[in-house]
C-alpha cells in the first residue's frame, strides 16, 4: 500500500522561508514523477514543482528561482524547500506520485491523473 504523509508547513512572514517534507512508503516503481501542488481558497489546485525518474525537474513560473524540489536517495522523501515566501504562496500544499513519467511534463494537465496523493499541509505567509 503505497502512502504520502506530507509535513512541514506553518506560518512565516513574506521573505521567509520554509521546507515541506513528503514521507513516501509502498512506492516501488523505477519509474516515476513526484511533484508538490498547492490550492488556495476559492482557486483550483495548481502544480509547484516535479520531479522525475529521469532527472527532469519542472517548476511553475511563479515560483522559478525561489522553490527547490528534490529527494533523498532512497526516494523515500520529497522535499519542496521554499525561499523568497510571498503571501501569494498561501496555500495548501500536497505531494503526489504516480508511476508514468510523462505525468511530469505538464503538472496542471495531468493533475487529476496522479495516482498517489498526501494530506495536505497548510503554509500561510503573511505579516
Known amino acids: 500500500q503505497v502512502q504520502l504523509v506530507g509535513s512541514g508547513g506553518g506560518s512565516v512572514k513574506p521573505g521567509g522561508s520554509l521546507r515541506l517534507s513528503c514521507e513516501i512508503s509502498?512506492?516501488?516503481?523505477?519509474?516515476?514523477?513526484m511533484a508538490w501542488f498547492r490550492q488556495a481558497p476559492g482557486k483550483k489546485r495548481e502544480g509547484v514543482a516535479g520531479f522525475d525518474s529521469n532527472g527532469s525537474t519542472i517548476y511553475a513560473d511563479s515560483v522559478k528561482g525561489r522553490f527547490r524540489i528534490s529527494k533523498d536517495k532512497a526516494n523515500t522523501i520529497l522535499y519542496l524547500q521554499m525561499n523568497s515566501l510571498k503571501p501569494e504562496d498561501t496555500a495548501m500544499y500536497y505531494c503526489a506520485a504516480d508511476p508514468w513519467v510523462g505525468i511530469c511534463n505538464n503538472l496542471d494537465a495531468w493533475e487529476g491523473d496522479f495516482r498517489y496523493w498526501s494530506q495536505g499541509t497548510q503554509v500561510t505567509v503573511s505579516s
Open positions: 509502498g512506492f516501488t516503481s523505477r519509474s516515476y514523477c
